[in-house]
């Protein structure tokens, strides 16, 4: 089992930036694939970032948000710059077994609860 806690969302003007924070524990984290996710009202949830023995990234946040982790802390960032108000949504941390370059959610066994992620106009 992987523990996930989110936080760092909030309200930010359209152009500023914010840092997601996800904090991880019950599992050696190194050994499980990380990444974010993202959902709109009324959207299905999407792939936004993660890590295999690289990084990769959504069409729509490459050039924007960077995804990073710090090992020692166990805990996985998601930076992000340039924010546009499309990008408003719940913002979740994910875990899995494995590693491949997959951005389908059904692919990630344990989830975060979280963090509102609001950029206004």
């Known amino acids: 089992q992987v523990q996930l806690v989110e936080s760092g969302g909030g309200l930010v003007q359209a152009g500023g930036s914010l840092r997601l924070s996800c904090a991880a524990s019950g599992r050696t984290f190194s050994s499980v694939q990380m990444g974010w996710f993202r959902q709109a009202p009324g959207k299905e949830r999407e792939f936004v970032a993660a890590?295999?023995?690289?990084?990769y990234y959504a069409d729509s946040v490459k050039g924007r948000f960077t995804i990073s982790r710090d090992n020692a802390k166990n805990t996985v960032y998601l930076q992000m710059n340039s924010v546009k108000p499309e990008d408003t949504a719940v913002y979740y941390c994910?875990?899995?077994?494995?590693?491949?370059?997959?951005?389908?959610?059904?692919?990630?066994?344990?989830w975060g609860q979280g963090t509102q992620v609001t950029v206004s106009s």
């Open positions: 994910a875990a899995r077994d494995g590693w491949s370059r997959t951005a389908s959610p059904d692919d990630y066994a344990y």
């Open positions: 890590f295999t023995w690289t990084t």
